[in-house]
């Protein structure tokens, strides 16, 4: 098992095809919980993304809760990349099974979503920055749980 990356109803086009295109370049899977605030055919999606759409495992969740049952049923931990995280990302201990999910761009994920979650982390920003762009975040969490498992292609 290998880790996988997770989309809360994602925002903004273009910074989920990049997603997805990180995804692909790293062999992992994409899951996006719906509603996404875009058609996943979406041409910023597909401009982003470029070719390597079409060499992404992405796979659609109706709802949190459907999401949620595929999780469980694969025994996989659900680590949440949030402004409200305690432990920052670097220390934090990742599995070759977790699963990282960021919320979306405008409004990050509800307190079902947080609960839900087994760890919360954050990339820790200089005082008065609130955040980072959701690509941006999720590439470098990728590379740390990556490097940590051993999990960069070769």
């Keep these: 098992m290998t880790l996988a990356l997770a989309l809360f109803q994602p925002d903004i086009a273009p910074n989920a095809g990049t997603l997805a295109r990180t995804a692909a370049c790293l062999g992992l899977s994409l899951h996006i919980i719906e509603p996404a605030g875009f058609p996943v055919g979406d041409a910023g999606f597909r401009r982003a ?7 992404t495992a992405i796979r659609r969740h109706a709802s949190f809760a459907a999401f949620e049952d595929w999780r469980c049923a694969e025994g996989r931990r659900l680590v949440l990349a949030t402004t409200r995280g ?21 409004a990050g994920v509800p307190e079902e979503v947080h609960a839900a979650a087994e760890a919360r982390i954050i990339i820790p920003l200089v005082a008065g920055a609130r955040s980072l762009n959701v690509a941006v975040a999720g590439a470098m969490i990728l590379g740390e749980a990556l490097r940590q498992t051993g999990g960069f292609p070769r």
């Design 86 to 106: 305690a432990l920052p990302y670097a220390g934090f201990a990742f599995s070759p099974s977790d699963v990282l999910l960021l919320g979306r761009e405008s």
């Design 49 to 55: 993304g470029m070719d390597y759409l079409d060499r």
